[in-house]
């Protein structure tokens, strides 16, 4: 009878969704992966705004770092929209949005209006690069090759932005979304064919 009790339905379920919290909490992939299917049906929506922003105000400089140690400063893609999205490998918000980055990211790969710069906030290029490796995504990796001024990112990541070929901030997400749904993609292309 003690053991009948002990497996008993109410039990069973008690101890799995114990089991799932603790993965939860000390696994990022697992996180990642509730956030993704989060994604999927609808949540994390990234906010975009019913028509395209007005002038805003201009992004500041810094310097980026590509594996081979090229580097490149922000003001010198004036003239291409760019797509900046700050996160690191530890980060279970910043992998559950990857795919949907990823997906925006083959849509646009070959429009050379467009320039997507996905920057390690931990300045590691090669632990980056082995994480979008082994996920078997297409973006390209970068570090900061100078100070991350606050205008760009503040105190969480992930944070997106996009510039507009002036060099001004007209979009800034803090926190996971999903850049593959349809709105985001019409709002992104609309910078694009301006």
Avoid: H
Avoid at 94 to 104: D, G, Q, T, V, Y
Avoid at 159 to 179: C, F, M, P, S, W
């Amino acid at each position: 009878m003690g053991w009948k009790r002990l497996f008993s339905l109410s039990n069973l379920s008690t101890a799995a969704m114990t089991v799932f919290l603790v993965l939860m909490l000390v696994n990022p992939s697992v996180k990642a992966a509730v956030m993704q299917g989060l994604m999927k049906v609808g949540l994390f929506q990234p906010g975009v705004p019913e028509e395209v922003a007005p002038d805003s105000k201009m992004a500041p400089d810094m310097a980026f770092a590509d594996g081979e140690g090229k580097t490149f400063t922000l003001s010198s893609l004036k003239g291409k929209v760019v797509f900046l999205n700050f996160w690191a490998t530890w980060c279970p918000p910043c992998r559950a949005e990857m795919p949907s980055i990823n997906s925006l990211y083959k849509q646009y790969k070959a429009d050379k209006n467009v320039v997507f710069l996905t920057v390690d906030t931990d300045g590691n290029y090669k632990k980056a690069k082995r994480f979008i490796d082994k996920q078997q995504y297409e973006l390209p990796v970068y570090v900061a090759d100078s100070r991350i001024p606050e205008e760009l990112l503040g105190k969480s990541i992930p944070t997106t932005l996009i510039i507009n070929k002036k060099g001004q901030i007209v979009y800034r997400q803090e926190g996971a979304a999903d850049y593959g749904n349809d709105r985001f993609i019409d709002y992104f292309g609309k910078y694009i064919r301006k």
